[in-house]
Every structure is written in C-alpha cells, then in structure tokens.
Nanobody, 127 residues
Framework: EVQLVESGGGLVQAGGSLRLSCAASGFTFEDYTIGWFRQAPGKEREGISC????????YSLDSVEGRFTISSDNGKNLVYLQMNSLKPEDTAVYYC????????????????????WGQGTQVTVSS
C-alpha cells in the first residue's frame, strides 16, 4: 500500500523556519518524483517544489526559490522541505505527493501528474 505521511508543520512567526518531512512507503522510491504542494483557505492547491528521486534534479516556483529547499534521502525514503524566511502568505496546508517518472517528465508541478497524496500538515505563519 502506497503511503505518504507529512510531518513538521506548526505555528511560527514571520521570518522563522520550519522543516517539513514526507515519509514514503509502498513503492520504489527512486522511480518517483515527489512534490510539495500547498493549499490556503479559499485558494486552489498549488505545486511549489519537486524532486526527481532518480537523478536528484529539483524545480521550485519563483515565489519560493531562495527561501524553500527540497531534498531527499533515498536511503530513508524521506523528502524534506526546508522553509526559511516564512511569510504570513505561506500559511496553508502542505501536502506531499508522488508520481512515477519512468517514461514521464521528471519534474512537474501540475496536480494532475501526481498519483499519490499525503493527508497534509498545517503551516501557520503569524505576523
């Protein structure tokens, strides 16, 4: 059974940092791209950063580039999202998701590309 479990969310003041973790199981980790998404109240879910576990390439939105860093530990089947210089507008539920990238684009942030989703973790940034 495929499982993605996020952790590390919480309440932080503006300018602070959090590190989110995504624990993956039930699939061959190295064959998948893992993405981080977020959804703020009343807004659509948006992809913010992804990593191809087959070759380590990453891609992030301009809005988080330089503040957020995605990384993975293939030995532990974990993907991290280090978030620095957090802003109130980063407040959202954060999700990790996965899709098989064998024969598919290695990096994508469209929600429709992803086959498996976690339950999400709340991140709240106070001003």
């Amino acid at each position: 059974e495929v499982q993605l479990v996020e952790s590390g969310g919480g309440l932080v003041q503006a300018g602070g940092s959090l590190r989110l973790s995504c624990a993956a199981s039930g699939f061959t980790f190295e064959d998948y791209t893992i993405g981080w998404f977020r959804q703020a109240p009343g807004k659509e879910r948006e992809g913010i950063s992804c990593i191809s576990n087959s070759d380590g390439r990453t891609y992030s939105l301009d809005s988080v580039e330089g503040r957020f860093t995605i990384s993975s530990d293939n030995g532990k089947n974990l993907v991290y999202l280090q978030m620095n210089s957090l802003k109130p507008e980063d407040t959202a539920v954060y999700y990790c998701a996965a899709y098989l990238n064998v024969g598919a684009p290695g990096l994508a942030l469209a929600t429709g590309e992803y086959d498996y989703w976690g339950q999400g973790t709340q991140v709240t940034v106070s001003s």
